[in-house]
């Protein structure tokens, strides 16, 4: 897993020197499939009920699962870029919203309080603790800031599938949940809306937008606990 979650990491290492307006998200799907076919590796999404791209790339009020296409960034867009990579038998996956030229005031706040938000709760990935520990310090990391955590999405387990149990909500009441234990590992990934958390699929079946058409944004990290707390697999 370690070697599949680097490469997540390497990918996104890469794709953010291409973020600038003008640059389509058919673009950025076509970086992020060949440098992991380069790694002689799969790219986790294409093909996954059916999801036709590599990346998910969801800009401004875009949740999540947003489908690459034509459409160009430009100045004051934020983009949630999600990435998983299959190799050797093993999944690693990870999500990060990057800013475009220009942007605003509150775009900023909302991308740097998702991110605490994902750090808060990682940090709660300790043997011992509950699953649920981690759900609360997203939630009252979001909530305190009076953004919105989105309820319809989930993290969720990952190793030999992308997605195992158990699911993790990022929203929840501390102490509750499953025992975590050493060995488990994790997609912690908040998704975080300005305004309310409720959410609408539009008609491709994938895409996930904001009701409210608020700004969202979305982090993750695959995380395993170990007997000295977690590490961060999907980090460089």
Same mark, same amino acid.
């Given at each position: 897993?370690?070697?599949?979650? #680097? ?41 996954? #009920? ?82 649920? $520990? ?69 008609? $491709? ?6 009701? $409210? ?17 977690? $590490? ?5």
């Amino acid at each position: 897993m370690a070697d599949s979650c #680097r490469i997540v990491a390497e990918v996104f290492e890469g794709i953010r020197k291409n973020i600038e307006p003008g640059v389509t998200t058919k673009e950025l799907d076509d970086f992020v499939e060949a440098f992991i076919l380069s790694k002689s590796a799969k790219p986790a999404f294409k093909g996954y #009920r059916g999801y036709p791209a590599s990346v998910c790339t969801s800009v401004n009020e875009e949740v999540v699962h947003g489908i690459p296409s034509s459409r160009k960034l430009k100045n004051g867009d934020i983009i949630s870029l999600d990435i998983g990579v299959f190799f050797k038998g093993f999944y690693g996956d990870a999500a990060v919203t990057l800013p475009v030229d220009g942007i605003s005031a509150e775009a900023k706040k909302l991308i740097s309080v998702t991110e605490q938000s994902l750090q808060a709760g990682i940090e709660k990935a300790s043997a011992g603790n509950r699953l649920f $520990d981690i759900s609360a310090a997203v939630q009252q990391c979001v909530e305190s800031q009076g953004f919105s955590v989105v309820r319809n999405f989930v993290g969720h387990g990952i190793g030999r599938n992308l997605h195992e149990e158990p699911q993790l909500p990022n929203f929840g009441k501390a102490g509750e949940g499953p025992r975590l234990v050493e060995g488990m590992t994790l997609a912690i990934e908040p998704m975080v809306n300005a305004g309310g958390w409720e959410v609408t699929v539009l008609e $491709d079946g994938w895409t996930a937008v904001t009701s $409210d058409r608020s700004l969202s944004a979305h982090f993750e990290h695959t995380v395993a606990i170990t007997k000295n707390g977690y $590490d961060v697999l999907t980090k460089l």
